[in-house]
Antibody, heavy 120, light 110 residues
Framework: QVTLKESGPGILQPSQTLSLTCTFS??????????VGWIRQPSGKGLEWLAN???????YYNPSLKNRLTISKDTSNNQAFLKITNVDTADTATYYC????????????WGQGVMVTVSS | DIVLTQSPALAVSLGQRATISCRAS??????????MHWYQQKPGQQPKLLIY???NLASGIPARFSGSGSGTEFTLTINPVQADDIATYYC?????????FGGGTKLELK
């Protein structure tokens, strides 16, 4: 069965770099058409798409975060990663990774999320 | 960016029909494909896929959920509403990047 689990630092200070890991099972990111996305949700607010990475290493980013995002993957270890540079309090949120099924282009499985707090 | 607009809340009675709408700032349809999807999120949980491509029921989702629409107007219907359906519902488009979500509609009991 498909599972995804996010991990992160929990708390970090403004201007630091946030590094998130998504460890998944039940599928491979080397499968044609497969993808993983990152989505975040501030407490009590809506969902914001951040980035997607695809089986062929193609990457898409939300331009609202300008050049602060970097998404990557380790196919052999079934992991995807997201880095956000120069964080501030507005980046405090629960961060989700989600699978984009092969050639489906929607999020069909989600991780449980990891809460990240940016505070001085 | 394509903006998706949802009403913030909807109050319904158990056993009645709930109709949740999502309006897109421009068409999210192309040819016969509608690039609109619906998710359910209960408090403290991750979102769950309900409907993909506007009208297709995701695996394991009860048949009381249905979706319709095309172009810029889409609807998620729950009929009849059960207590377990109390949650926030989000629409999401992938017609264009950046992928965007609606603000969510919180389904409440009357």
């Amino acid at each position: 069965q498909v599972t995804l689990k996010e991990s992160g630092p929990g708390i970090l200070q403004p201007s630091q770099t946030l590094s998130l890991t998504c460890t998944f099972s039940g599928f491979s990111l080397s499968t044609y058409g497969m993808g993983v996305g990152w989505i975040r949700q501030p407490s009590g607010k809506g969902l914001e798409w951040l980035a997607n990475i695809w089986w062929d290493d193609d990457k898409y980013y939300n331009p609202s975060l300008k050049n602060r995002l970097t998404i990557s993957k380790d196919t052999s270890n079934n992991q995807a990663f997201l880095k956000i540079t120069n964080v501030d309090t507005a980046d405090t949120a629960t961060y989700y990774c989600a699978r984009i099924g092969a050639n489906l282009y929607y999020f069909d499985y989600w991780g449980q999320g990891v809460m990240v707090t940016v505070s001085s | 960016d394509i903006v998706l607009t949802q009403s913030p809340a909807l109050a319904v009675s158990l056993g009645q029909r709930a109709t949740i709408s999502c309006r897109a700032s421009q068409s999210v349809s192309l040819s016969r494909y509608n690039f609109m999807h619906w998710y359910q999120q209960k408090p403290g949980q991750q979102p769950k896929l309900l409907i993909y491509r506007a009208s297709n029921l995701a695996s394991g989702i009860p048949a009381r959920f249905s979706g319709s629409g095309s172009g810029t107007e889409f609807t998620l219907t729950i009929n009849p509403v059960q207590a377990d359906d109390i949650a926030t519902y989000y629409c999401q488009q992938n017609r264009e990047s950046p992928w965007t979500f609606g603000g969510g509609t919180k389904l409440e009991l009357k």
